[in-house]
């Protein structure tokens, strides 16, 4: 039972233009969500994170945005960059307990 | 403040083989989390230590074992090793219950030849 999934595992974008990531979970009990870039071979960093109780958080050229009663979120980066090439992971969390998504493969094409 | 640190980076084993990895948190977090991460499956979880003992499990078989020691240092170990085990372990360490702050490390790449 996947209770995190990202139904996209590949993206690509033109640079300089909005890459959106989508995520959705089932799980009305998570209370905290969670967006990790990884390149190859690194681990995953952390990125940008929203509460429950917000449905929008930005840092930059980052925004996520939730949508509770859709449970959905989604990962906004705008203007997309060459570095932003990588794998995105979605990820939601209770207490006790973080659920990660499959990951989207991000494409910045030149 | 130093970050989550995995060793060796880097592993070559032979099937039928055991291994172990370690994971030393960032100072001060109790949680250290587990996963492997193979192409097309994500982050898929092991297990996590809070305190000495594990906390939660995943569906991964009992070949795969860890622990956690006094100071919050976490081994993981593979026994009869496998050519479906060739992946990326990752470890991840949080401050306290909650899985809020997770910092992974750099992970250690098995190979299984």
């Known amino acids: 039972d996947q209770q995190v999934k990202q139904n996209s595992p590949s993206l690509s974008v033109q640079e300089g233009r909005i890459s959106i990531l989508n995520c959705d979970y089932t799980?009305?009990?998570?209370?905290?969500f969670l967006w990790y870039k990884k390149y190859p071979a690194e681990g995953p960093t952390f990125l940008i994170s929203?509460?429950?109780?917000?449905d929008k958080n930005e840092d930059g050229r980052f925004t996520v945005f939730l949508n509770k009663s859709a449970k959905h979120l989604s990962l906004h980066i705008v203007p997309s960059q060459p570095g932003d090439s990588a794998v995105y992971f979605c990820?939601?969390?209770?207490?006790?307990?973080?659920?990660f998504g499959k990951g989207t493969r991000l494409h910045i094409l030149p | 403040k130093a970050g989550v640190t995995q060793t060796p980076r880097y592993l070559i084993k032979t099937r039928g083989q055991q291994v172990t990895l370690s994971c030393s948190p960032i100072?001060?977090?109790?949680?250290v989390s587990w996963y492997q991460q193979t192409p097309g499956q994500g982050l898929q979880f092991l297990f996590e230590?809070?305190?000495?003992?594990?906390?939660n499990k995943g569906n991964f078989p009992g070949r795969f074992s860890g622990r956690q020691f006094s100071n919050s240092r976490s081994e993981m170990n593979v026994s009869t090793l496998e050519l479906g085990d060739s992946a990326l372990y990752l470890c991840?360490?949080?401050?306290?219950?909650?899985?809020?702050?997770?910092?992974f490390g750099s992970g250690t790449r098995l190979t299984v030849v």
């Open positions: 991840a360490s949080s401050s306290d219950r909650g899985a809020y702050g997770y910092t």
């Open positions: 799980n009305s009990m998570f209370d905290y």
């Open positions: 929203i509460s429950s109780i917000k």
């Open positions: 990820a939601a969390s209770t207490y006790d307990k973080i659920i």
């Open positions: 100072s001060g977090h109790r949680s």
């Open positions: 230590y809070f305190s000495e003992t594990q906390r």
